[in-house]
């Protein structure tokens, strides 16, 4: 009776997973193939394309302002992760290593900003920027971003720390190595999969981010992708093969970024969890 219930709730578990993969991946499916379409065949609900229609994505390059999205979401998303595993790295390896109230109080502080909600702060953090003349500013967008993700990248980066033997740290010192070499040389580079957990979390977030672009920036040069899709969309209403060419060009970037660091995602997510 046991086997046989096991083997039950074994197929429930594969039908549940099916379900889930069918219901993502249908309508990232379905934004391809209507993107190699014209707008006669998405009109008429045809499955298959008669012949692949690459002059969407043709057309879409030929916007210019498409290619500063691309080139803008690439820019603040890589500065912004940058600065984010600079500074959480950084904290991290000092609240997970040291035992002092003042670090775990740090620690329960920073974990208290992922408690707050974003749209709790619109209006001082809409000050802060404009005081600092930070509106219709890259580095604006990388300021916010890199505070929002800093808190996340503590926890993480802390955990994990504390699976790192503290005899390479005793090592290091003993070969002369000074605070920040010692991190730099010996802990950091130990780091690399929960660093890259904390990159594909936040980058993908960042990547999709549509409403600190809207709020902050106002220069259509200067807008981010997701912007970039929203005002193409507007302007080119009637070319629904163009629209869904502009979808893909926005979602395969994380999608590809994911599938390639997938093993290392799970393997940093997992490793903080074994030494409390």
């Known amino acids: 009776m046991a086997i046989r219930m096991d083997h039950v709730m074994k197929w429930l578990g594969i039908t549940l997973l099916a379900i889930v993969v069918i219901v993502i991946s249908v309508p990232v499916l379905y934004v391809f193939v209507s993107s190699l379409k014209t707008t006669v065949e998405i009109n008429r609900v045809v499955l298959i394309p008669e012949q692949l229609y690459w002059t969407n994505y043709g057309n879409v390059f030929k916007n210019k302002l498409v290619l ?56 001082s953090l809409y000050t802060i920027i404009k005081s600092l003349g930070l509106i219709n500013s890259a580095f604006g967008l990388i300021l916010i971003y890199a505070a929002q993700a800093i808190p996340m990248g503590i926890l993480l980066y802390s955990g994990f720390v504390k699976t790192i033997p503290r005899e390479l740290d005793e090592a290091a010192t003993i070969d002369g190595c000074g605070y920040y070499r010692r991190f730099s040389t010996v802990v950091f580079p130990l780091m690399k999969p929960v660093s890259i957990t904390f990159i594909v979390i936040s980058a993908i977030g960042i990547w999709n981010d549509f409403l600190m672009p809207l709020l902050f920036i106002t220069s259509e040069v200067k807008r981010t992708l997701p912007l970039a899709v929203y005002s193409f969309t507007s302007s080119h209403a009637a070319d629904l093969g163009g629209i869904f060419a502009m979808l893909t060009i926005a979602v395969v970037p994380p999608i590809l970024f994911f599938a390639f660091m997938r093993n290392y995602f799970f393997e940093g997510l997992t490793a903080g969890a074994v030494k409390g």
Do not use: C, D, K, Q
């Open 68 to 123: 500063h999205g691309i080139w803008n979401s690439m820019f603040i998303t890589t500065a912004s992760m940058a600065v984010a595993v600079v500074v959480s790295s950084l904290a991290g390896y000092a609240i997970g290593r040291r035992g002092e109230r003042v670090f775990r109080f740090l620690y329960l502080f920073f974990l208290s900003a992922m408690m707050i909600p974003v749209g709790s702060s619109l209006v």
